[in-house]
């Protein structure tokens, strides 16, 4: 988990698994390419706060079966606290940060909450159990 710690502990969510215990995911052989579509999801767009990149890698790790719902999330909170880092890096960017900051905080808390049943879709469609 990042520095940044959230209000709710893991231990307040249902970590989902891919595969009942003593099965591995792998990519189905058939399963269809990801399309990554951005912040939200299919039905809702949420605003970008200039982490489109982070929200697409975490699309794509939802679908790589070999990932985790918490490496997911983690990742995905830390490339959006790297970001505003990176975009904010002045002293006088101080309320910008922290502006940006807490919308990291927020889409992280989303994923973490809401995220369960995008994360076993995502399994569905890409994963087998062996």
Not at 36 to 49: H, K, L, S
Request: charge should be negative; include cysteine.
């Amino acid at each position: 988990m990042s520095p940044h710690h959230s209000l709710l502990t893991r231990n307040d969510i249902v970590n989902p698994q891919r595969c009942p215990d003593g099965l591995g995911p792998i990519t189905k052989p058939a399963a269809q390419a990801v399309v990554p579509n951005g912040c939200g999801t299919a039905n809702v767009t949420v605003p970008q706060f200039n982490f489109g990149g982070c929200c697409d890698a975490h699309d794509m790790c939802y679908s790589a079966c070999g990932a985790t719902f918490d490496s997911c999330n983690d990742a995905f909170e830390q490339c959006m606290y790297d970001r505003c880092a990176a975009d904010y890096m002045d002293e006088w960017d101080f309320f910008h940060l922290a502006a940006c900051k807490a919308g990291a905080f927020f889409y992280a808390s989303v994923v973490m909450i809401g995220g369960v049943e995008a994360f076993m879709s995502a399994t569905r469609d890409q994963c087998d159990c062996v």
